[in-house]
């Protein structure tokens, strides 16, 4: 029999805190499962708020400590981990977009600073983690999806009046250039293109998605205004470039978003430095330009990304730098990127803040 008792176990998890919800486990309902075995081992399940929790590791720890140093005699620990990612998404309560927990605009100012190959990365680095992941192409007129994915031929299947996404790498796929050839599209007025991005919510079958990332033309245009005015969205990612004029222009990207009161979750630099041979970082267009403004505008800095062959190819080739070579530098990034992006949208989700924190 042991002599160890789920009350003392949940009394000594009352003692871990979630750094990022700053509540203890026990009250932010997080454990569950709790099993003793006759040699006082001890088991338990914990719930995180998204599988990408960058402070898994150190959730476990904190979990393992409390009980091994509060309770006497306790065996070993086992600490096993889920997620049941948290969504603020009451607005849309039908519909098909009912079961999307999570919408994010990936978004630039300028065209050309990465957006495409940032908004790819992410949601199939968000998809390793375990996520169930969507990426919309909103670039009606320049779509990057299909190349992106190694889907050029690709079309998807019509079930009644609702198509079903593509998928690859573990995300499911929306995008014009899976429709019409890039001709068709090139000469529509601003009611289509907005109308096609309207139907890519409406009548595909996204079904259950714990995030549902939408790559955006550059700018603050047609697409843009659409988006926000049909969806309540969790938030935005602004991508930049460290020279001035990408920077000047991600400002104006910031405003507009916040004029709709949609959160900006975060800023990502790209094409940041250059990576020597010897390993040292060539800044090429000056250093820290994306922090300072994130800084400045009171936003999370969600990383930078190096200027990379492999990166590029990765988009040309269709297949991202986070499936080609994971063990990278590269991919490495845009995993831990990807968790700080998911953890500020737990951060928003449970009303803590604006949610900058985010040293790690
Ligand atoms: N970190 C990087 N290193 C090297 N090349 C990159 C990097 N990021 C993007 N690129 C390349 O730069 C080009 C533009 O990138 P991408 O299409 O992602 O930008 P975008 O902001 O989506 O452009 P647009 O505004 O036209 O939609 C592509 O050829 C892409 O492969
Ligand atoms: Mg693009």
């Known amino acids: 029999m042991p002599n160890i008792t789920e009350r003392q176990v949940i009394d000594a998890l009352r003692n871990v805190i979630e750094p990022d919800l700053q509540k203890d486990l026990i009250s932010l309902n997080m454990v569950k499962d709790i099993k003793i075995d006759g040699a006082n081992n001890v088991a338990f399940t914990v719930i995180l708020t998204t599988p990408a929790c960058p402070l898994k590791d150190m959730i476990r720890t904190a979990c393992v400590n409390a009980i091994k140093h509060l309770i006497k005699g306790a065996g070993e620990v086992t600490v096993n981990m889920t997620a049941n990612v948290t969504t603020i998404n009451a607005a849309a309560d039908q519909g098909p977009m009912s079961r999307v927990r999570n919408t994010i605009a990936v978004a630039s100012g300028k065209g050309g600073v990465g957006k495409s190959t940032v908004a790819v990365n992410l949601a199939v680095a968000l998809a390793k983690t375990g996520a169930k992941v969507g990426l919309i192409d909103a670039d009606i007129y320049g779509p990057s999806i299909p190349m992106m994915f190694g889907l050029k031929e690709e079309k998807p ?204």
């Open 157 to 360: 299947a019509v079930l009644g009046k609702t198509l079903i996404p593509l998928e690859k790498y573990g995300v499911k796929l929306m995008s014009i250039g899976f429709l019409v050839d890039q001709k068709t599209a090139v000469v529509w007025r601003g009611p289509m293109i907005s109308g096609a991005l309207r139907q890519f919510m409406s009548d595909v079958q996204w079904n259950e998605l714990d995030y549902l990332l939408f790559d955006l033309p550059p700018g603050t245009g047609d697409i843009q205004l659409t988006l926000v005015q049909t969806l309540p969205l969790t938030g935005a990612v602004m991508v930049t470039t460290p020279q001035d004029v990408a920077l000047a222009d991600v400002v104006k990207g910031i405003a507009m978003f916040e004029n709709v009161k949609v959160p900006i979750l975060g800023v990502v630099e790209n094409m940041s430095y250059y990576q020597l041979p010897d390993g040292s970082k060539e800044y090429i267009f000056g250093e820290g330009g994306g922090s300072r403004m994130a800084a400045e505008f009171k936003v999370p800095f969600l990383g930078e990304m190096p200027i990379s062959t492999d990166v590029r190819k990765g988009g040309d080739e269709g297949v991202p730098i986070v499936i080609r070579n994971p063990e990278s530098e590269q991919a490495k990034l845009f995993m831990a990127t990807a968790e700080k992006l998911a953890q500020q949208i737990a951060i928003r989700n449970a009303g803590v803040g604006k949610g900058l924190e985010i040293e790690i």
